[in-house]
């Protein structure tokens, strides 16, 4: 694992001095946090997701149907999206049916809350709070 950390500028108007901190989450937690959500900024593959977490488990064909594209464009979001560990999938002769690959994700998390550091696997924002929990 990486231990390098990423440093960051203060933009607070409250401080005078131009410090730079250094940031709690390693180099290599954040690219792999920074592709995961690359990809989830696209409204087919999150559509893929809500699908996915909806229904569980389904086929490329199913998939092409609700987002209206061909499959080569579906199979494409898929290839991308299993590369970064978002979907899994088994073959059942010739169909694929995906299915979100959880685990992948929860490490992920974990491991981004590990390195921010405060034990509490929470990060407080100025109007809300961000929590990681395991079933």
Do not use: W
Request: glycine content about 6%.
């Amino acid at each position: 694992m990486n231990n390098h950390s990423t440093a960051v500028r203060s933009r607070s108007p409250k401080t005078a001095s131009s410090t730079t901190l250094p940031l709690r989450i390693s180099d290599e937690t954040l690219g792999r946090m920074t592709a995961v959500f690359k990809l989830l900024a696209d409204p087919s593959r999150l559509k893929i997701v809500l699908a996915l977490a909806q229904d569980g488990e389904l086929h490329v064909s199913a998939l092409c149907d609700m987002l209206g594209q061909s499959q080569p464009a579906v199979s494409h979001h898929l290839t991308l999206m299993r590369m970064v560990g978002l979907v899994g999938f088994r073959r059942d002769g010739k169909h694929n049916y995906y299915r979100l690959a959880s685990g992948h994700v929860r490490d992920l998390f974990e491991q981004f809350f590990a390195d921010a550091g405060n034990g509490q696997k929470t990060i407080h924002l100025e109007d809300f709070t961000l929590s990681f929990k395991r079933k």
